[in-house]
Structure formats: structure tokens, C-alpha cells
């Protein structure tokens, strides 16, 4: 069906647009699934650590273990002066994913479902006429334009189906950057943990990382940052960062990082107050759906698809009033820690490093860390946190001027 008019047309071919489209064809919709780029998966914009529930969702379960490439167990965090809080869970905290073949694993799983694909189609109009969303597209077969009932908009950061539904920009982005390679020297690479570096002169507003990315000496470091400026001299910086060769267990200086590739790329945080409109919806990193406190976006964007089609299915139909619908739910449930998690980073945002240095310190605690163990999800940091303060009154006077936003938190 090259023309006429279809139930959903999905624009982006990222993880969270290729999962919508699975869902949207598993509920017998007709559906156009659109994206710019020719080949998916690159180029590649992520450190590709996810939570494990990832792969229970519905079909990502069928993915293969070939996407996944380290167990993650725990992680050391640095405070600025070097102090470490060491995670350890018993069962898995997260994933090293393979992210490119990932992206494309989902995408085929789109299209085992039916979805019409048009990759190397760039959608440069949308606009509604007579109840309907016309989207025009240039690219490999030259002008053309599709039409649906509905339109869902997965299209990352600098959507243009967010701006054709009339909603607001996400109040502010991050600054990332993703950098695969190979480390040599006299190193012991961590494969099950994760290395986390904070501090304001590595990465302000949020942290540095260590990922391991398979077998071997294959690493993934990076860095996000709510500070503007160049963000490679930030990489290059933490390269030489003592905290970073203490972890990687380097006796003297003989570490050396071979990169092999980089990404330089915003995330998008704090979801707007309304992400739908008049059959519209945007989901993923165009609803700036990133964790505020990780830039992590994959999950929570797959969840809001399984949310959104649950719904759809709950219904019997993809109307209006059932995009309204799972708005209103997704804010009460999954949406709800996610918006949450603005709390906790206006607090980052405002803490100093002696003050995460006396933090990670407080934390260190045998019980706190048994609780942070037992509990610690990384897409949870607000139950988390909730949990821990119950427990721990006392750290609300730990800094007094975070106290009423730490209430806040329990309640
Ligand atoms: C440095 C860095 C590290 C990160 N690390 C992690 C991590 O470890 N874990 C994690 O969960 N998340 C991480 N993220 C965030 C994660 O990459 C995103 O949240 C995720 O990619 C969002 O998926 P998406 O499908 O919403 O958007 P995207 O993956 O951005 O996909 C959007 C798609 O829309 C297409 N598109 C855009 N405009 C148009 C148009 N006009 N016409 C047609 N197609 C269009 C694009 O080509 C693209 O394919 C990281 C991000 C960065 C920058």
C-alpha cells in the first residue's frame, strides 16, 4: 500500500519509534514507521547501559542474546576528592548493550510485524486536514505524503512532529558525550560494574562514566553535563582523571585509551506538561522522556509505548480520548518517577562538592548501603531515595536548604 490512508503513521526509527510500531501493527492498526536515515542504528548516540526490564517487555524478549554484552552488577561511585561508595547488588542491575544492533534488532522486529518502513525519508511537513495528519516526506523515492488517523512522534530531540502538535520545547538539555575504545597498559578492566565519577570540574550537573562494552579491553567511557563549552576537552580531562585509573586498577601511569568511535549529542529532560493533541502523541527523547538524573531514555521510552498501547488495546481503538487517556494514567504511574526525578535533579543542580563529598561519606553507612543494594534500580532513583530517607531521618538535616525538597520526596 504505497498511498491512501493508514492508522498510524510513526515518525523515527529509533528504539522508542520501532517498538511504537511493533506495538501499533500487533494491535492490527495499518502503520507507516518513517525515519531520515538510511541505515539504522547509526550514526550512534549512546552509552547503551539499560535496565533489565528492558528485555521483559512484550517482543524485545525475543531479541537474542547477542545484544547484550555485560551483566552489570554494581558500581563505584567517586566522590570529587575521591572518597568511593561501593554498589554491590546480588542479581542484575543492568545491561552493556550493543546499542546499534539493538536499534536494529527492533526494527526488524517492526517489521516481522508488518510495519511499512520508509528509511531515507525525511519528514519535513506535517499538517492536520479534514480530521486527518498529512506528513510529507523528501528522500531516496523523491516528494511524497502520507496520511493517518493518527500521528506519533518519536523523532528525538529536535522533533518536528512536537512542533506540528503544538507543544513546548523540553525545559532543558544535556550535553553528552559517548566515546568507544580500547584500553591497554597495566590495567584490570572491570567487565560487571560500572565506574561513576562526579564532581564539578568532570562533569557538572550530572557525571562521568565507565562502561565495560563486551569482552576484553573494550570500554566505553563518556560524560554528561547540564555546563555549555566544549564538551571533548571535558572527555579529555577526565581521560587523565586519577579517579578513573584508580578504578580501572592502573599502577602508575601506563593506561592508555585507543577510541574507536564518538558521539557528541543532547539528551533532552523534563517532560512537558501535555505530550499529545488532537490524535498526536510524541514519545522517547521528542517528550524528552530521559531520566533527569541519568540522561537514560531507552526505558522509560519503551515503557511509555507499552503504556500508550496497552491502552489502545484496553479500548479497542487509538482515538483521542484513548491518547488522552493514557496521558492522564502514564502521569500517575510510570510517568510519575520520571517527573520526579526533576525534583532530585534541581538538587543536584544546586549541590556543592564538599557537599556530595560529606553525602557520599553518610552513605557509606553499612545499613544505607545494604538498603542501596537491595533496592537500587537505576531507573528508580526516587524510590530509592524515598526509601533511604525513611530509614535514615537524619540525613534530612544532613544539608538544611535541600530539606524541603527531600520532604517532598517521601510524601
Ligand atoms: C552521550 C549519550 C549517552 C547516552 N547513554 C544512554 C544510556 O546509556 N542508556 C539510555 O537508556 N539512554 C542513553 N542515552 C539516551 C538515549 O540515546 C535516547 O534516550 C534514545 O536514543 C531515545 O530514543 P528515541 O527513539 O526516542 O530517539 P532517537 O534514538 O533519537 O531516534 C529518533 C529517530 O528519529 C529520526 N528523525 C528525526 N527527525 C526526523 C525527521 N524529520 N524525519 C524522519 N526521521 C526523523 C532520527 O533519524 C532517529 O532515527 C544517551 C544519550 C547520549 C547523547
Not at 525515519?35 to 533489565?52: E, F, Q, W
Amino acid at each position: 500500500m504505497a498511498s491512501g490512508l493508514r492508522d498510524v503513521i510513526i515518525v523515527g526509527a529509533g528504539p522508542v519509534g520501532s517498538y511504537a510500531s511493533y506495538l501499533a501493527a500487533s494491535q492490527s492498526l495499518s502503520t507507516v514507521l518513517i525515519d531520515r536515515r538510511s541505515a539504522i542504528g547509526s550514526p550512534l548516540k549512546c552509552a547503551g547501559l539499560v535496565n533489565p526490564g528492558v528485555f521483559d517487555l512484550k517482543g524485545i524478549n525475543k531479541l537474542g542474546p547477542d545484544v547484550i554484552l555485560n551483566d552489570i552488577i554494581g558500581a563505584d561511585v567517586f566522590s570529587p576528592s575521591g572518597s568511593i561508595l561501593q554498589l554491590r547488588g546480588r542479581k542484575t542491575k543492568a545491561f552493556s548493550i550493543e546499542r546499534a544492533l539493538f536499534d536494529r534488532k527492533m526494527f526488524f522486529l517492526a517489521l516481522e510485524n508488518k510495519v511499512e518502513a520508509y528509511l531515507g525519508h525525511k519528514v519535513v511537513e506535517i499538517v492536520r486536514s479534514d480530521d486527518y495528519w498529512k506528513v510529507r516526506t523528501i528522500g531516496v523515492s523523491g516528494d511524497r505524503t502520507f496520511s493517518a488517523k493518527t500521528l506519533i512522534g518519536c523523532d528525538g530531540t529536535s522533533s518536528i512532529t512536537r512542533r506540528a502538535l503544538g507543544i513546548e520545547k523540553p525545559g532543558t538539555v544535556l550535553n553528552g558525550i559517548s566515546v568507544e575504545g580500547t584500553i591497554s597498559g597495566d590495567v584490570d578492566v572491570p567487565r560487571n560494574i560500572v565506574g561513576v565519577f562526579v564532581g564539578e570540574n568532570t562533569a557538572k550537573g550530572l557525571f562521568a562514566w565507565y562502561i565495560p562494552n563486551g569482552e576484553n579491553d573494550r570500554v566505553k567511557l563518556g560524560l554528561s553535563t547540564t555546563e555549555g563549552g566544549n564538551i571533548r576537552e571535558k572527555f579529555d580531562i577526565f581521560l587523565n582523571d586519577p579517579r578513573l585509573l584508580t578504578f580501572i586498577g592502573s599502577k602508575g601511569d601506563k593506561m592508555a585509551f585507543k577510541p574507536t568511535s564518538m558521539t557528541i549529542s543532547p539528551i533532552p529532560i523534563g517532560v512537558p506538561s501535555r505530550i499529545c493533541s488532537e490524535n498526536g502523541i510524541i514519545l522517547g527523547d521528542s517528550a524528552a522522556m530521559a531520566k533527569a538524573t541519568s540522561g537514560g531514555g531507552i526505558y522509560p521510552g519503551l515503557l511509555a509505548c507499552k503504556d500508550l498501547f496497552d491502552e489502545v488495546e484496553r479500548s479497542g481503538d487509538i482515538s483521542n480520548k484513548t491518547i488522552e487517556r493514557f496521558q492522564s494514567n502514564w502521569r500517575k504511574g510510570n510517568g510519575k518517577e520520571l517527573m520526579r526525578s526533576n525534583l532530585i535533579r534541581s538538587i543536584i543542580d544546586d549541590i556543592s562538592d564538599s557537599e556530595i563529598d560529606m553525602l557520599v561519606d553518610r552513605l557509606g553507612n553499612k545499613k544505607i548501603l545494604s538498603l542501596i543494594n537491595e533496592k537500587g534500580d537505576i531507573d528508580r532513583p526516587v524510590e530509592l531515595g524515598a526509601a533511604i530517607l525513611k530509614e535514615n531521618p537524619g540525613l534530612l538535616m544532613l544539608i538544611p536548604r535541600f530539606m524541603p525538597k527531600l520532604i517532598k520526596l517521601i510524601r
